[in-house]
């Protein structure tokens, strides 16, 4: 009985020796630069930090089918960087939230309901997890290019519609400089390591049970040595199965985003029945004058627009809105402070506004996003709408963040 009960020794296929250890490590090393289309993440990251970004589509559509964004985060764009959801017919608008990747995103396409059916969208948003805006999309950057019949303005909004033969239709978005998401080199680092070293335990703990099926330990030093050398193994071929999401993350960890222009400009989500034009006016030190403004003719037209009027870079003690010229009735939906980025540096409260002349009544309409209706005197040809000191300084503390950048 006493063979039975001795230390069996370790089979050859078992035993630890350097020529076994650089053979597998240029197998493991051969098979990381294997492609994999797909990245593989086996423990997620816990929620952390309100930084990680989301997209955020309002919208209804008049024919049953699907809708589809991609996002170009890798090298083109593909269906493994895409969102995709059934739409049917509804005169209500909903609301679909999607995560981004800790990725530089650099390209955004959106394909609509095929085959001549509508896309209305309500708003479009890149957010945070806290639901803080990061950057506002409109109309104008919406750019067709296959099989898209139009893209016009709505009461609420803007409406994308396909051919009647159309089957593939999409519009490019502009992003004006890619989305990045504050800390994504440090989350993406956590992933990696985490993911590796839980699949490494996994294929440890699973290569020690084979192991331990024909082998029993001389000592504590033999022990040891088998035990590393399965270690090493199973983190080696860990990498492999993480291989996609490594490289990755170390080619974002590469990027450089392009320097921007300098420049803040106001933006103005807005319905107008009389459109002629808007001035902006602010005051430096020296009051208001015509040479401290800038005057903005409105589109067209009756429908949800955007008016941009660029903001001088010199701190403010007063900034005042005339919005028209004449009497009319207004809608305001948001105003915001972006830069020459598109990305939204602040967001202007509506209630923060002043009337200050010429002003017959002023009403918020949460029916309609929390739109805020304003009406002029009749008569009148000079409403002007003050903003608060608490919005200028704000609005301040951005001017000086982004002399401090250049």
């Known amino acids: 009985m006493s063979h039975i009960l001795s230390p069996r020794k370790a089979p050859s296929a078992f035993a630890p020796s350097w020529r076994r250890g650089f053979v597998i490590a240029g197998l493991a090393m ?5 492609p994999q289309s797909v990245p593989l993440e086996y423990y997620s990251l816990p929620a952390r930090s309100d930084d990680p970004l989301y997209l955020q589509i309002t919208c209804a559509a008049d024919k049953t089918g699907d809708v589809q964004i991609f996002y170009k985060a890798s090298s083109g764009i593909s269906e493994h960087e895409s969102f995709t959801w059934p739409i049917s017919p509804t005169q209500d608008t909903y609301t679909y ?3 981004l990747p800790d990725a530089p995103i650099t390209e955004l396409r959106l394909d609509p309901v095929s085959a001549g059916g509508g896309l209305t969208i309500r708003q479009m948003q890149i957010i945070d997890r806290s639901g803080m805006q990061i950057q506002r999309f409109t109309k104008d950057q919406f750019i067709p290019l296959n099989q898209i019949a139009s893209i016009a303005p709505t009461p609420d909004g803007w409406k994308i519609t396909s051919t009647p033969d159309a089957n593939d239709p999409y519009a490019r978005i502009d992003l004006y400089s890619p989305l990045l998401a504050k800390g994504l080199n440090h989350r993406n680092f956590l992933r990696c390591l985490y993911s590796w070293s839980y699949l490494g335990l996994m294929l440890w703990i699973l ?10 330990p001389h000592g504590w030093k033999d ?3 088998h035990v590393s050398f399965m270690a090493a193994i199973a983190l080696m071929f860990s990498a492999i199965g993480n291989r996609g999401l ?3 993350s170390y080619r974002y960890s590469q990027f450089v985003p392009p320097v921007i222009k300098p420049g803040l400009q106001l933006e103005i989500d807005l319905r107008i029945d009389h ?12 009051g208001y004058s015509e040479a401290d403004s800038v005057r903005k003719d409105y589109e067209v037209h009756t429908y949800l627009q955007t008016l941009r009027l660029p903001l001088p870079s010199s701190p403010l003690k007063e900034l005042r809105l005339d919005p028209l010229d004449g009497e ?10 972006v830069d020459t980025g598109n990305r939204t540096r ?13 002003i017959l009544s002023h009403a918020s309409r949460p029916d309609t996003m929390e739109t805020l209706e304003v009406k002029t005197q009749p008569g009148r040809k000079d409403p002007i709408i003050l903003f608060s000191s608490e919005t200028v300084s704000a609005i301040n503390r951005v001017i000086q963040l982004e002399a401090a950048a250049r």
Do not use: M
Request: aromatic share 16%; proline share 5%.
């Open 207 to 216: 290569l020690l049970a084979v192991l331990f099926t024909f082998y029993r």
């Open 30 to 34: 051969a098979g990381f630069f294997l």
């Open 246 to 248: 490594i490289k990755n």
């Open 275 to 286: 459109p002629a034009y808007a001035q902006l006016f602010w005051d430096t030190g020296n």
């Open 328 to 337: 009319a009735q207004l809608n305001l939906r948001e105003i915001r402070v």
């Open 346 to 358: 602040a967001v202007v409260p509506l209630d923060s506004l002043r009337f200050h002349q010429d």
């Open 97 to 99: 939230t999607f995560p």
């Open 223 to 225: 022990l040891l040595s």
